[in-house]
């Protein structure tokens, strides 16, 4: 199964640079090279189902219909029904919370997926069976479930709204907010300085 790097990965593959959305894995190489990395076969269908779990993961943890809010609007969502065919709309409801759409989509990836135990000299060991191009995208969605069981509250949005990243927080207290302090939490910090400066100089002041 993939570990918790590689979810990492495939969720923080749609960030922000320059104030506009990246996605990392519509280039067709490059996630053909992340899912050879990971034991996939690269091709059409396994891209679809890859974007498609990456999609409804990211809709899942933000609430929100395409991850984190992209600066200045809402993106692009290609996350549920037929592989690269869904509406934004379909995704979240307005209270910001995943609607049943966003459970569908991970139910399409999982449909007809089994583990079934063999014996080994170990004991049993256990195997997924799932089509061949829609495995990794099926270990996508376990990895996902692995860390929400091994970790409960710890991986989530980056609490700058204008970041589409995520953070898997390690730490003992479970306090973190962003996804790097160098990036958002001083980016974020400087710029509350700055609001309350202009708030107690009050206007006409230097």
Excluded: Y
């Amino acid at each position: 199964m993939l570990d918790d790097q590689a979810l990492m990965q495939a969720l923080n593959s749609t960030p922000v640079v320059d104030g506009r959305r990246q996605d990392l894995w519509q280039d067709d190489q490059e996630l053909d090279r992340w899912a050879r990395e990971h034991g996939g076969l690269g091709g059409d269908e396994e891209r679809r189902w890859l974007r498609t779990a990456r999609d409804a993961l990211q809709a899942m943890e933000s609430g929100e219909p395409d991850g984190p809010g992209e600066p200045g609007g809402p993106g692009e969502s290609d996350a549920l029904g037929t592989p690269g065919a869904a509406s934004t709309a379909d995704v979240a409801d307005a209270t910001g919370e995943p609607d049943a759409s966003a459970e569908a989509g991970l139910r399409r990836v999982l449909a007809g997926v089994r583990r079934v135990p063999r014996p080994s000299g170990s004991g049993i060991e256990w195997h997924l069976e799932a089509p061949a191009e829609r495995g990794l995208a099926v270990e996508l969605v376990l990895a996902w479930a692995d860390v929400k069981e091994r970790l409960p509250g710890r991986l989530r949005p980056c609490g700058n709204p204008e970041c589409r990243l995520f953070l898997l927080d390690r730490s003992r207290a479970n306090t973190a907010r962003w996804c790097s302090m160098k990036t958002c939490g001083n980016r974020l910090k400087a710029r509350r300085h700055q609001a309350r400066t202009r708030e107690t100089s009050g206007p006409g002041t230097e």
